[in-house]
């Protein structure tokens, strides 16, 4: 079956304080977001991409990469799982059903080739419904409550980051999407949706470098992680 991509852009960024959305902050004199889809359409056995983008989105024509014929555009929604959505009905729309995506937050653009293609594998080596780049958690990690009081500590041997892209059948996913917020469930990524349904994801692990730019710090970090890849 042929791999699409599915990248969620239609975040407003609030967290990075940057007055506009952050997938469009530039890094080594290009945004986030065409680092990011270039190194996708860069993949050889990737079909396509579909990229949700705000509705009031004035910034993407701008790019000359919007041009690409590769890559087709939908509205996203209010919450990141409504943009994969509608992505995934677009697909459906434009004759994808049986295809399998990739979606990628357009906020990670350190994303490699081998990582990727080791997901691919390994769920296809699997008998898992799909699965996911992430990496085992290094620090602790605490439950907070009111007035920052901690009341808890998590196992972290059993603990990982997820990370996107993330591997699923268009059916399954959208399915499995449509159900988790039909009930109102918190659907920060894809699996959780996949999980929901009564699936177990494959989790792969990818590379720690795959960051998700989302802090004004977050910033020379991925600068720093391109100009080291690039060597
Ligand atoms: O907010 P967060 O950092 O989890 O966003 C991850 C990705 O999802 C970003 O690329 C963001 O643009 C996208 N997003 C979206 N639609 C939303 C919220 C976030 O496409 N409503």
Known sequence: APVWCVVPAAGVGARMK?????????????????HTLERL???PYVAGVVLALHPDDDYWTTLPISRDQRISCVDGAVERAGSVLNSLTWLEDNGHSDAWVLVHDAARPCVTSDTVANLIESVRRSDAVGGILGVPVSDTLKQVVN???????????????????????????KRALQ???????????????????????LMVEGRADNIKV???????????ILQQQAL
């Open 18 to 34: 940057a007055g506009f959305p952050k997938q469009y902050l530039k890094l080594q004199h290009k945004t986030i977001l065409e």
């Open 41 to 43: 359409l860069a993949l």
């Open 147 to 173: 007035d920052n009081r901690i009341t808890g500590t998590q196992d972290r041997s059993k603990l990982w980051q997820a990370q996107t892209p993330q591997f699923f059948s268009v059916g399954l996913l």
């Open 179 to 201: 159900q988790a917020l039909d009930v109102g469930l918190m659907v920060t990524d894809e699996a959780s949706a996949m999980e929901f349904a009564g699936h177990q994801p």
């Open 214 to 224: 989302t802090r004004p710090e977050d910033l020379p970090l991925a600068t720093f």
